[in-house]
T-cell receptor
Framework: EAQVTQNPRYLITVTGKKLTVTCSQN?????MSWYRQDPGLGLRQIYY???????DKGDVPEGYKVSRKEKRNFPLILESPSPNQTSLYFC???????????????FGEGSRLTVL | AQSVAQPEDQVNVAEGNPLTVKCTYS??????LFWYVQYPNRGLQFLLK??????LVKGSYGFEAEFNKSQTSFHLKKPSALVSDSALYFC?????????????FGKGTKLSVKP
């Protein structure tokens, strides 16, 4: 089954404690992206990756890091989380991959992060 | 810079009536346009897309959207709404000739269908 898997789904942490949200896709997609969803603001792109070792900033990259060492994985790293990073995070992938290029994004189920 | 506007935060429709969820966009080149739906506590699901060709695009669950280049719009429509269509709907755009990674979403429109 084609899917994007994020972990953890729910996390409560404290300010300054480094955390990583993992994202993995099994469709051999070139492109992957992280979005955060906040009420009234919709989905805002944090970072995206065009392929292994190729990443670029989205609209709201401050406070986040990413890496793309393998094609299937695209972790989101919060080196020193702050309360304004409390949000719902989505990972997505798309591209030609094993399903052909449908143009659509495949989303994970979301990771709800609370920073106290 | 590309952008997407969904002018209505919420749309209320009676079951059986037609529905429209509005979307306008701005890109420097030719657009790729998408609609996604989000049900409570779920990720986003693809509904339909416009890449090229016929301006009227048909998608999942009976939804369709019309690409209007002169009005830079891509409104989502359904002839007869169902209560189960109640969800959050997002329009998204990408510049066809720009970075394929840079897909921009609107703020979302909450659709509420009453019995």
């Amino acid at each position: 089954e084609a899917q994007v898997t994020q972990n953890p789904r729910y996390l409560i942490t404290v300010t300054g404690k480094k955390l990583t949200v993992t994202c993995s896709q099994n469709m051999n997609h070139e492109y992957m992206s992280w979005y955060r969803q906040d009420p009234g603001l919709g989905l805002r792109q944090i970072y995206y990756s065009m392929n292994v070792e190729v990443t670029d900033k989205g609209d709201v990259p401050e406070g986040y890091k990413v890496s793309r060492k393998e094609k299937r994985n695209f972790p989101l790293i919060l080196e020193s989380p702050s309360p304004n990073q409390t949000s719902l995070y989505f990972c997505a992938s798309w591209g030609s991959g094993s399903l052909g290029d449908t143009g659509e994004l495949f989303f994970g189920e979301g990771s709800r992060l609370t920073v106290l | 810079a590309q952008s997407v506007a969904q002018p209505e935060d919420q749309v209320n429709v009676a079951e059986g009536n037609p529905l429209t969820v509005k979307c306008t966009y701005s890109v420097s080149g030719n657009p790729y346009l998408f609609w996604y739906v989000q049900y409570p506590n779920r990720g986003l699901q693809f509904l339909l897309k416009y890449i090229t060709g016929d301006n009227l695009v048909k998608g999942s669950y009976g939804f369709e959207a019309e690409f209007n280049k002169s009005q830079t719009s891509f409104h989502l429509k359904k002839p007869s709404a169902l209560v189960s269509d109640s969800a959050l709907y997002f329009c998204a755009v990408r510049d066809k000739d720009g970075s394929q990674g840079n897909l921009i979403f609107g703020k979302g429109t909450k659709l509420s269908v009453k019995p």
